[in-house]
């Protein structure tokens, strides 16, 4: 932790996830010492905690495996708030749908949703109005494979732009001015999945190492 050192650049930070800092057992910690852990659902601590390119990292099957930030101290989400997220990833082969990286839950239709994922081959930013409408950006390339990938997201609800940044480079907008989604009033995260109504959907299948969350 080094707040002492360099205290202001932990303004804002809503969560950081360091898998890559080595296993921590069936909890995610958060480094932020804001306390939003996450909790290993249908994952295997002897097999999920995996070494790539000499650090470690979690590794989600596609199938089930997620992690739920459950603590629920994040600021309401709402179509207005201004917040962004980070996630260094990696996949070994891209396969084919919807594939969630780092999103909100859809908590309920009508409730707005912001998404860090994978859809088909490429990578894409979403805000969402749950069941209802989506307003996404898709990078025209594939996503890269067998190589450690940094994708950021930003949702700016002044104006209701969601940019998409890929290793660094800003690389797309998506316009939610049309989104007439309703609050979320205890926002929480996840990793490898999208939950809709206590139900886990579009199952992620690589490796995260390393997440951020400002707000």
């Known amino acids: 932790h080094y707040e002492s050192i360099a205290p202001e650049l932990w ?3 809503g969560g950081a996830w360091a898998p890559g800092l080595g296993p921590t057992g069936s909890r995610l910690h958060d480094h932020s010492r804001r306390n939003n852990w996450g909790t290993h659902t249908n994952m295997d601590n002897a097999t999920d905690w995996v070494v790539r390119d000499g650090q470690y990292a979690l590794d989600f099957d596609g199938s089930n495996d997620h992690v ?3 603590d629920g101290r ?3 989400l709402s179509v207005s708030a201004v917040f962004s997220a980070s996630v260094w990833f990696r996949v070994a ?8 990286i780092m999103p909100t839950p859809a908590v309920a239709s009508g409730l707005f949703g912001a998404q860090l994922e994978i859809d088909g081959g490429k990578l894409r930013i979403r805000a969402d109005n749950a069941g209802l409408a989506s307003y996404t950006f898709a990078d025209p390339l594939d996503v890269p494979t ?5 994708a950021a997201g930003t949702w700016d609800g002044r104006v209701k ?6 290793d660094g480079k800003s690389i797309g907008t998506a316009d939610y001015s049309a989104n007439t989604a309703n609050n979320v009033t205890t926002a929480r995260w996840l ?4 939950e809709y109504e206590n ?6 299948p690589g490796l995260i190492t390393e997440a951020t969350l400002y707000s």
């Open 11 to 13: 303004d804002g930070v």
């Open 68 to 70: 739920l930030i459950t």
């Open 74 to 76: 994040f600021p309401t």
């Open 93 to 100: 082969s891209v396969q084919s749908g919807r594939r969630e």
């Open 146 to 150: 067998g190589r450690w990938v940094h």
């Open 161 to 166: 732009i969601a940019t998409l940044y890929k």
């Open 191 to 194: 990793f490898g999945a999208l």
């Open 199 to 204: 139900v886990v959907y579009f199952c992620y």
